[in-house]
């Protein structure tokens, strides 16, 4: 079992940075792919961003257009999310999540997942 709690999520301006954080605990959670997702509110559940376990190949939601980073910790057990010129297209609950060894897109091959934490982005 691997257990996720996000942190850093909040209100911000258009614009502003924030950085999202991921603390997975378990046996051998430093060993599993992980990847964010967001949902809007009456939006489905969408892929952000996914990382090896090694923290070094990530994927990334190609319209982001670099404005978000992922990135693991040095212990390998925690992830983070920077997002940089966020907009309010970016408002959404963003839920971490670890697998096996996957780290695409496809968040039904994600066998854990965080409670979700909220992002609000005002124009």
């Known amino acids: 079992q691997v257990q996720l709690a996000e942190s850093g999520g909040g209100l911000v301006q258009a614009g502003d940075s924030l950085r999202l954080s991921c603390a997975a605990s378990g046996r051998t959670a430093g060993d599993y792919g992980m990847g964010w997702f967001r949902q809007a509110t009456g939006k489905k559940r969408e892929f952000v961003a996914a990382?090896?376990?090694?923290?070094?190949?990530?994927n990334y939601l190609p319209s982001l257009n670099g404005r978000f980073t992922i990135a693991r910790g040095n212990a390998k057990n925690t992830m983070f999310l920077q997002m940089n010129s966020l907009k309010p297209e970016d408002t959404a609950v963003y839920y971490c999540?670890?697998?096996?060894?996957?780290?695409?897109?496809?968040?039904?091959?994600?066998?854990?997942w965080g409670q979700g934490i909220q992002v609000t982005v005002s124009s």
């Open positions: 999540a670890a697998s096996g060894y996957y780290y695409g897109d496809d968040y039904g091959r994600y066998s854990y």
């Open positions: 990382i090896k376990w090694d923290g070094i190949t990530a």
